[in-house]
């Protein structure tokens, strides 16, 4: 830790504090030091620097739950302030602190999700005022970043490939975007993804879904699989002769804590009978919609299309044709498909059994990696992390490309 100073206390180490600071002068510093020796924070942090050093940070760390960063020497603390935003977890509260008493600044900040600004001197007083709230859940209302995306894969029916594309989907965003991915199977029986991962599912998804009192916020600790530093996998392979009877209203609860613990949620969807299927696309922010070039695909995609518009008219679809020349006789062309469905397909991925199944046999992820399925979730993972037009049209070209 030698450019941003060393941790408080011998046992802290940064990567998992609960709090972290950073300060660009040692009288900001020795205040929150004090302070926070005689909170109930567990392990801390407090560092020399500003804010670019609480980005550069926290770029390469895991995220405390609660953290201060000083502003002063910032030209541009709006913007600065939303550049942390992308790289701070969701569910970080934030106490920014700076020399500038301005009323207008204190409120952009909490207009972007700050919780509190302090204006320097700070006092041991003021800081512990400031900590005991956010600790105290005052400022839960107000946290740095919104809560985590829930994405939603959809097979318009069985087999068209939509858990390797979630696997994908996942893989992609947490090792080449660096962010905190939570791949959920919600398929409690039949599921596949945790076979995908080539990891031993646990009985704590069904639990959770049969009673939702028991979700709170070790519940991803007990329950999720560690795949990487920044993967983890919640699925269940629970016995087909049981009568596994998940409730409905145990998704909301389950989607907050898994929003505000990771940057993304990655759902690999029921079917359309489950009783879960309806709570989720209501809930959903993107839904990738998987099908084959299939007369049924069609028609189950269509009626999915038109169960969204009316179940959700804030989440946005993309189309996805997959295992395309599969079956050269009898396979839709995409105008056919297009027409069928009443809109225009977002991606198109041709069939690679060599690649895809012997990765998914080996329990790798390397399918998502090269060849034309890998630039295809990539592409993928550009649209559900929203990242910027230019990058997700290249690929397409790339794509639009090795078809002609």
């Not at 992609?172 to 076979?195: H, K, P």
């Not at 993304?264 to 079917?271: G, N």
């Not at 099908?291 to 969204?308: E, T």
Request: proline residues 6%; charged residues 25%; glycine residues 8%.
């Amino acid at each position: 830790m030698s450019e941003l100073g060393e941790p408080v206390g011998a046992a802290a180490e940064p990567s998992t504090a609960s709090f972290c600071a950073f300060a660009c002068d040692e009288e900001s510093r020795r205040a929150i030091e004090q302070v926070a020796g005689e909170l109930p924070f567990g392990r801390t942090m407090v560092s020399s620097g500003g804010i670019r050093k609480a980005i550069e940070y926290l770029g390469a760390h895991r995220s405390p739950k609660v953290l201060m960063v000083d502003l002063s020497g910032s030209e541009l603390p709006l913007t600065d302030i939303d550049e942390l935003a992308d790289v701070c977890e969701p569910g970080v509260t934030v106490v920014a602190f700076g020399d500038q008493n301005d009323v207008g600044l204190f409120r952009e900040l909490v207009a972007r999700g700050v919780g509190d600004y302090l204006v320097k001197p700070l006092s041991p007083g003021l800081v512990h005022e400031a900590l005991l709230r956010a600790l105290q859940g005052q400022a839960s209302n107000r946290r740095m970043n919104r809560l985590g995306r829930l994405v939603g894969v959809l097979g318009a029916r069985g087999g068209v490939g939509a858990t390797m594309i979630a696997c994908g989907i996942a893989h992609v965003i947490a090792e080449t975007r660096r962010r905190r991915v939570c791949l959920t199977d919600l398929d409690l029986q039949s599921g596949t993804v945790a076979l995908t991962f080539d990891l031993d599912p646990s009985h704590g998804l069904r639990e959770a879904l049969e009673s939702p009192e028991r979700i709170d916020s070790l519940f991803v600790d007990r329950a999720a699989m560690k795949y990487s530093e920044l993967l983890y996998v919640l699925a269940a392979e629970e016995p087909v002769d049981e009568d596994c009877r998940p409730l409905p209203d145990a998704l909301p609860p389950l989607f907050e804590e898994l929003r505000t613990r990771f940057h993304f949620v990655v759902l690999d969807m029921p079917r359309p009978s489950s009783p879960l299927f309806r709570p989720c696309l209501e809930q959903l922010d993107e839904l990738v919609l998987v099908a084959d070039p299939s007369l049924a695909a069609m028609r189950d995609g269509l009626r999915i299309l038109q169960a969204l518009a009316k179940t959700s008219g804030s989440c946005h679809p993309t189309v996805v044709l997959n295992r395309i020349g599969a079956h050269r006789v009898g396979e839709l062309d995409a105008r056919e498909f297009e027409n069928g469905i009443g809109r225009k397909i977002d991606l198109r991925i041709p069939y690679d059994p060599k690649t895809v199944a012997a990765a998914l046999n080996a329990g790798q992820l390397t399918f998502a990696e090269r060849g034309p399925v890998g630039q295809a979730i990539r592409a993928l993972a550009n649209i559900a992390a929203r990242c910027p037009a230019a990058e997700t049209r290249s690929v397409v070209r790339r794509l639009l490309a090795f078809w002609r």
